[in-house]
C-alpha cells in the first residue's frame, strides 16, 4: 500500500482550518498530520514532522507580534511563511492558498 500524503494545514480562522481539514482527510491517499492557527506553530510543525504538503493560507501573525498587535491586522505575510517554510523543506515546493480574487 502507498504510503499516505502527510499534510499540515495552517490558517487562522478555525472553520475553514477545520473544513479544509475535513476535505483533505477524504482523501484515501491523504492524511493531516497536524492543523495550526498561527505562523510561529507552522514552522514549529514542518521543522518538526516534515510533511509532504503544507497548505498555508494567509494571514499568520509573527510570534514577535502575536502578543501585542491588532489581531484583525495580519503580521506575517504569505511570502515570509512560505520563504521560511521553503527553507525549513528545502525538497518542498511552496504554493499559496487564496480566496482573494485577482484583478
Do not use: C, Y
Not at 7 to 16: L, N, S
Not at 25 to 50: F, K, N, P, W, Y
Request: charged residues 25%; proline residues 9%.
Amino acid at each position: 500500500m502507498p504510503t499516505e500524503i502527510q499534510v499540515v494545514i495552517a490558517d487562522d480562522h478555525p472553520v475553514f482550518r477545520h473544513g479544509l481539514q475535513q476535505v483533505v482527510e477524504r482523501q484515501a491517499d491523504m492524511q493531516v498530520v497536524e492543523a495550526v492557527a498561527d505562523g510561529a506553530a507552522t514552522l514549529d510543525v514542518i521543522r518538526r514532522l516534515s510533511p509532504d504538503v503544507a497548505v498555508l493560507v494567509p494571514a499568520h501573525r509573527s510570534p514577535a507580534r502575536d502578543s501585542h498587535s491588532d489581531k484583525n491586522r495580519p503580521s506575517v505575510m504569505p511570502v515570509w511563511l512560505g520563504l521560511n517554510v521553503v527553507k525549513r523543506m528545502p525538497s518542498k515546493r511552496a504554493r499559496p492558498l487564496s480566496v482573494a480574487s485577482q484583478r
